[in-house]
């Protein structure tokens, strides 16, 4: 017994500590590209691309080392991160869109809206907008540099 506790507890730690660097990964990624050393944004964006629990992460990871490809003249690994941030906005899309059908049906079985349901509509609509306008954002950069 003492020794699962102890493995749930190692495992909980890996499991923080792992969420931890991907997100100082993105910060430091984005810090270094921000002051224009690309090269080293791009190793710490490539570990946050991969690590990161968040979608939404994952996604500015990726077209942050789109855009750092981009500055580096490295065409190819541009279009291949955009086209990974793409592909992952619509995964996200196709989150949004399963999370409103959710929040109909609930909203079809209860008697009453309440007011937490209506603010997830309308966060999921805004977020639905604002992801459509980045895959549109996104498709451009890769038709340019195709």
């Known amino acids: 017994m003492k020794m699962s506790k102890y493995f749930f507890v190692v495992l909980v730690i890996i499991l923080f500590a792992a969420c931890a660097t991907s997100i100082s990964n993105f910060k430091v990624g984005k810090q270094l590209y921000d002051e224009g050393n690309y090269e080293q944004a791009i190793i710490e964006l ?25 500055r580096k003249g490295n065409l190819k690994k541009a279009v291949l991160s955009f086209e990974s941030a793409y592909s992952l906005v619509h995964v996200r899309i196709g ?22 349901t209506k603010g997830n509509a309308f966060k999921s609509s805004d977020e639905l907008s604002d992801l459509k306008i980045r895959a549109k954002e996104i498709q451009v950069k890769i038709k340019h540099l195709k």
């Open 46 to 70: 490539e570990k946050a691309s991969m690590h990161d629990s968040s979608i939404m992460d994952r996604i500015h990871a990726f077209e942050y080392l789109g855009d750092a490809y981009t």
């Open 95 to 116: 989150e949004v869109i399963d999370e409103r059908k959710a929040s109909r049906k609930t909203r079809k079985s209860e008697s009453y809206l309440n007011a937490n």
